[in-house]
């Protein structure tokens, strides 16, 4: 078992080391003087706007950073488009509870990256701050880059108001300032401008995504560029293995509880996992289910040498994690971390102590079928196959207040990917 565990480690810690240098992808730049160039880019880890980028010729050799000074922009192969951006940005939240009593804009002159969204005759870029807020730029006939001006701020609102009493409510209230750059870049489709002020037209990219197509359909005007469309992928594993597990007794009112003392328990663990890689984060983030059956079984003494306690249990159990996956390379090895909860409930309960009564009285007569725990691990997928160790912390089987009874579980899994959409 020892063997087992130090041979997945270093599978696991090797492909993380090998992945390390297959970070960067396919791509083209396009320099502020000179022509496109082709090469290879570092992937944009994360969703905050990139304010440089790494770039090399060939995976052979060193790669050189650029900034938005000296880009005009630069595209993943099959992927996102990134415009330069040099210019004034809001700098308020947009978190609610960030918020100040001013209106006003402020705004102080930044360098990023920003992603193309739609490009044709109106054209449509959004970005992620440092600070987490987003910003919506627009553009007409390849013209200046201007972003669409929104705030979002507090109001004191006079709920009740008489002779005696008055009562203040604080309110959000939003700048769309937007809305009339808006009407007045689409005012040559005037029912389409008419549309922005008449209908509800939230600060939010699919929103002006769906706008600025229509612009572009009104006037004829063919779309160069459509942001592609990630909306997550579905992975379905069939996960089984082998899971040791430990429990003791631990009580200040009753010591004698302290003398309980199990054997390790090797069981079964089998399930069905569903991995969803959520959307643009190009697969390096997921959040996974699995539903599995976990055997517990073991023996125990109450400080004697004599075995006089009995466990016996099965477990229908529902893992929740947040996996990070260390490469988006899906044809080699691809190294993950995962922690997250545990909820287990027992579907078969046998506890008996036979040291009174040969017939067996149970363990504890408050036995805890709901159970619960914290859960980390680590693995690696290869192709179709993935192997993981996990390690469980719950709460264990004692429904007293007074006696608490700590579980801690190993598991060694071995996964086949059933299938993705």
């Not at 379905?236 to 429990?247: A, K, P, Q, R, V």
Request: proline share 3%.
């Amino acid at each position: 078992m020892k063997n087992a565990i130090i041979a997945v480690s270093l599978i696991f810690f090797l492909s993380a080391g090998v992945n390390a240098q297959k970070n960067f992808l396919p791509g083209m730049i396009m320099p502020i003087s000179g022509d496109t160039i082709k090469g290879f880019i570092k992937e944009i880890d994360g969703r905050i706007n990139p304010t440089s980028i790494e770039f090399k010729s060939s995976l052979s050799e060193a790669s050189k950073n650029y900034s938005p000074l000296e880009l005009k922009w630069f595209r993943f192969i099959g992927g996102d488009w990134y415009f330069s951006y040099v210019g004034p940005l809001e700098t308020s939240s947009l978190n609610t509870n960030d918020l100040t009593y001013d209106s006003t804009m402020h705004t102080v002159i930044n360098t990023l990256f920003i992603r193309a969204v739609v490009i044709g005759r109106a054209s449509l870029y959004y970005a992620r701050d440092q600070n987490d807020r987003i910003h919506l730029f627009l553009q007409k006939f390849g013209g200046d880059i201007t972003e669409l001006v929104f705030k979002k701020y507090y109001v004191d609102e006079i709920v009740i108001a008489d002779y005696q009493n008055k009562i203040v409510k604080r309110a959000v209230y939003e700048n769309q300032m937007y809305k009339g750059q808006l009407i007045r870049a689409f005012q040559d489709c005037p029912y389409l401008a008419a549309d922005i002020t008449s209908k509800p037209l939230e600060y939010a990219k699919n929103d002006l995504e769906i706008l600025f197509n229509s612009y572009n359909h009104c006037k004829g005007a063919k779309i160069v560029y459509q942001e592609p469309k990630d909306e997550g992928t579905l992975v379905f594993t069939l996960n089984t293995g082998i899971n040791i597990s430990n429990i003791k007794f631990e009580s200040s009112t009753f010591p004698s509880w302290n003398d309980y003392h199990f054997n390790n328990s090797v069981g079964f663990a089998f399930g069905i996992g569903c991995d969803y890689l959520l959307p643009r984060t190009a697969g390096k983030w997921g959040f996974f289910n699995e539903l599995s059956l976990k055997s517990f079984k073991c023996n125990g003494d109450l400080g004697e040498d004599q075995d006089v306690l009995k466990l016996d249990l099965l477990y229908l159990k529902l893992a929740t994690m947040m996996r990070y996956y260390f490469t988006t390379d899906r044809k080699s090895a691809r190294p993950y971390f995962g922690f997250g909860i545990a909820n287990n409930v027992a579907i078969k309960d046998e506890n008996f102590n036979y040291s009174k009564n040969p017939e067996g009285d149970p363990i504890v007569d408050y036995f805890r079928t709901y159970e619960q725990g914290l859960i980390f691990g680590f693995g690696t997928y290869y192709k179709r196959w993935n192997g993981e160790l996990r390690y469980e912390f719950s709460n264990g089987i004692s429904g007293y207040t007074d006696m608490k009874s700590p579980a801690h579980t190993a598991y060694i899994l071995l996964g086949y990917k059933l299938f993705e959409l």
